[in-house]
């Protein structure tokens, strides 16, 4: 019997591995799964009781509280959200109390999912990872037109700061932090646009396939 695909996808804010990541869901007919989402969710939660992200007791709470709901609300995609999402997942028992939900998603039908740790704790074992990066510079300019877009007042430079601070959590947390898995596949977007990263990492995937 063969295993169900998995297709790990990390890397930092905004270096396209969302819109990766659904285009090879749909054309490898797999579930997705945007694991960010989780953790922003319980972000929001904190953030609902006015408590601290860091604050391990509460933010734990909050991720086992968590809901299906809480992941259709409308105040998710927000900075404040992202880095309410950045500090409760320096929290162990948050990352814990998120694992059997991404891996039970994953093993059932398989699926693509994006994040900061599929390919080194959730899926260690996929057979197919991409670490997407893309420039501080480019990530931040992607980030901040989209909230142009959305109406945002931020400027570039306050966008810029607060993916730079962000990558830095997310980087060194003493638990799962963001890094590379040893055989993951490097897709650096700085200079592709949505098609030309899809295209690169389609053609990477076959050949890891064979
Ligand atoms: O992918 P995103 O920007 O929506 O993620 C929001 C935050 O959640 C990110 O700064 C770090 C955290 N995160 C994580 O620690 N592990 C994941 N698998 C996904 C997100």
């Known amino acids: 019997m063969t295993r169900p695909l998995i297709v790990a996808i990390d890397g930092p804010a905004a270096a ?8 090879l869901a749909a054309e490898l007919g797999l579930p997705y799964l945007d ?8 972000g929001r ?6 408590g601290d992200p860091k ?3 509460m933010a734990e709470a909050e991720a086992r509280a968590l809901h299906p709901a809480d992941l259709d609300r409308a105040d998710l995609r927000s900075a404040e959200a992202a880095m309410a999402a950045s500090g409760v997942a320096a929290v162990p028992g948050v990352r814990a109390a998120l694992l059997a939900f991404q891996r039970s998603f994953g093993q059932a039908r398989g699926a693509v999912l994006d994040g900061r740790d599929i390919g080194t704790v959730v899926f260690p074992e996929a057979p197919v990872k991409f670490f997407v990066t893309a420039s501080p ?5 992607r980030r901040w037109l989209e909230q142009q ?8 430079a306050e966008v810029e700061a607060d993916v730079r601070r962000r990558d830095d959590q997310d980087a060194h947390r003493s638990v799962a932090p963001m890094l590379p ?3 993951a596949m490097l897709l650096d977007t700085t200079a592709l646009d949505a098609d030309a990263a899809f295209a690169a990492a389609l053609a990477q995937l076959r050949a890891r396939l064979g």
């Open 181 to 183: 898995a040893a055989d």
């Open 149 to 156: 877009a959305g109406g945002g007042t931020a400027t570039l």
């Open 55 to 57: 604050d391990a007791a």
């Open 137 to 141: 510079e480019a990530r931040a300019r």
């Open 35 to 42: 694991t960010g989402l989780l953790y922003r969710a319980v």
């Open 16 to 23: 396209g591995k969302g819109t990766l990541a659904r285009r």
């Open 45 to 50: 939660r904190v953030l609902d009781r006015e």
